[in-house]
């Protein structure tokens, strides 16, 4: 492996870590905001709450889609290295087993307490969901779909082609006008059922990223991207949000929903902001976080594994900590600080089990 491959590896390494941060904080969010999305929740009765929206809003703009270019930048090689059978088989593996022993095993530990007195049997399967690994089963459709494609045509070339800034304007606009079309049928805030999508009006953001991810594996787009971009894309990032987020409050009427124009600037904006906080913060880690000491590699070791059983601790802090009278964010921060460091050491604990480490 060269030292170049290393630094690669290492700072994606670096951001799956800041990205798993994000998700328990996102929950914890939401257990004390005022989206009622998650297991456990304690709507906020102070005017803090609206600030955990606001971040679990802003999270939800980029931090998934994020996952899935990562996902999606890893998977041309691991295609290439194992061949389709073996690539598919470890996919399966890796991804299916966890979102079954989620869905079968500690979905109902978590969901125990919410029955309202119905039959445990009855509400087991009504309820039937796989939860955040809802992230997994994607996985699982895009991987089948990328092998299915590789049957049919050959694999880019691999030749390094620097990313011109035309190339990110077009794609994040076409993202834009995307996402627009599909909320027509797909509305923000739908929710589909036993598949268990939380967020399917996303979807084509999370397939946008996956492919761009493939198609930045194979031009190098990692390795070429101006030290410039990672300040670039924080300014985009943050110039669309000052700029759209009152304008879409306003047409909405102090909400961020409404009719085909809050529609469309929240697509637009949703957009800017992915494509900028991803650039800004890939180009960063690349160049200040691309090394990693042993605390770090624990961190990452055990990040996909904190993703899969968190929800469980959350709950279950969620409930210790009901007793605690205090505003919306002071309990959103006493539990994060809580949850952060139990879920990497259940995840430790979990990876010690026989043959763990072979699926997580």
Known sequence: MTTETRTRLHAVDNLRILLTVLVVAHHVAI???????WYYLEPAKDPSGLLLDLLAVINQAYFMGFFFLISGFFTPGSHDRKGARAFLRDRLVRLGIPLLVFAVLLRPLITFGGRDGMPYWQY???SWSPGPMW??????????????????RAPLDQRPAPLKLTWIVLFTLGLAALTFLWRIPVPTGAHWPVVGLPTPYFLPQYAAMFMLGCVAFRRGWFETLPERASVLGFVAAGGATVVLMPVMLAAGGGTLTGGPLESALMALWESVFAVGMIIGLTVWFRERFNRQGPRARFLSDHAYTVYVIHPLV???????????????????????VLALPLCWWIAYLVRLLPGAKRVL
């Open 314 to 336: 959350l709950v279950g802090l969620g409930w210790s900590l009901r007793w605690l009278e205090a505003i919306a964010v002071v309990k959103f921060a006493v539990m994060l």
């Open 124 to 126: 087991y399967f009504a």
């Open 31 to 37: 257990t004390y905001g005022n989206i009622p999305v």
């Open 135 to 152: 992230f997994a089963e994607v996985l699982i459709v895009f991987a089948l779909a990328y092998a299915a494609w590789r049957r049919l």
